[in-house]
């Protein structure tokens, strides 16, 4: 017989998983042990199996954004791509699928940050690495710094301000818009196989 022990303790996963729930839908005031204890139906002895304190889970939780959010959108700008409009379709794919990039996390971790200083510093240097990922991308393709550097911006603060002001589109409005936000991000119109080729891999339902 199997000791009931991993019954009540779940697993680091489960209790990252479940403080980002409560993290999304109220804030990190909300983000406690016996709330996340009382959510899992779990032992509150049970988090301390895996976290010294509540702060090494804050930490925990930041990490996996920075390296899912950031280290995704990093990773998909570096896709191999024929031209810039294949690259900006690249980097668009974490716009459209919540694997690759979860906005609601994102604005999550933006509020946290406007309380706690160090996840301010944190989020300005992942800001930072974005752009930056974004405009080697430009510079790749034969843009120069300056235009770069100015495009990299763009794309990045208009996704930004997509998840601050919670914009709510259909998947088909937001599909129907990437091809002419990636005209207007490259300053040239992508062929129509880019186009097919991208809302090939994000069917509409």
């Not at 909300?30 to 304190?53: C, H, I, S």
């Not at 694997?99 to 300005?124: C, H, Q, S, Y």
Request: hydrophobic share 40%; charged share 25%; glycine share 2%.
């Amino acid at each position: 017989m199997t000791a009931p022990y991993p019954r009540l303790r779940g697993s680091k996963d489960l209790w990252l998983n479940a403080a980002y729930e409560l993290l999304i839908s109220q804030g990190i005031n909300a983000v406690k042990v016996m709330p996340l204890a009382k959510k899992l139906n779990l032992t509150r002895t049970g988090f301390y199996w895996y976290f010294e304190d509540i702060s090494e889970l804050h930490s925990a939780m930041v990490q996996r954004w920075e390296s899912k959010n950031t280290g995704n959108l990093v990773d998909q700008c570096n896709t191999d791509a024929a031209n810039i409009c294949e690259a900006l379709f690249n980097l668009m794919d974490c716009w459209l699928d919540p694997e690759l990039f979860d906005a609601r996390l994102d604005l999550a971790i933006r509020n946290w940050a406007r309380v706690d200083p160090d996840l301010k510093l944190r989020l300005n240097e992942a800001d930072a690495r974005r752009i930056k990922a974004v405009a080697n991308m430009f510079t790749c393709h034969a843009f120069s710094k300056e235009q770069a550097d100015v495009r990299s911006l763009t794309v990045i603060y208009t996704q930004i301000g997509y998840i601050s002001m919670q914009v709510e589109e259909t998947r088909e409005e937001r599909l129907a818009r990437v091809q002419h936000y990636v005209e207007l991000f490259a300053g040239v119109r992508p062929t129509s196989e880019d186009v097919d080729r991208f809302l090939n891999r994000h069917p509409h339902h």
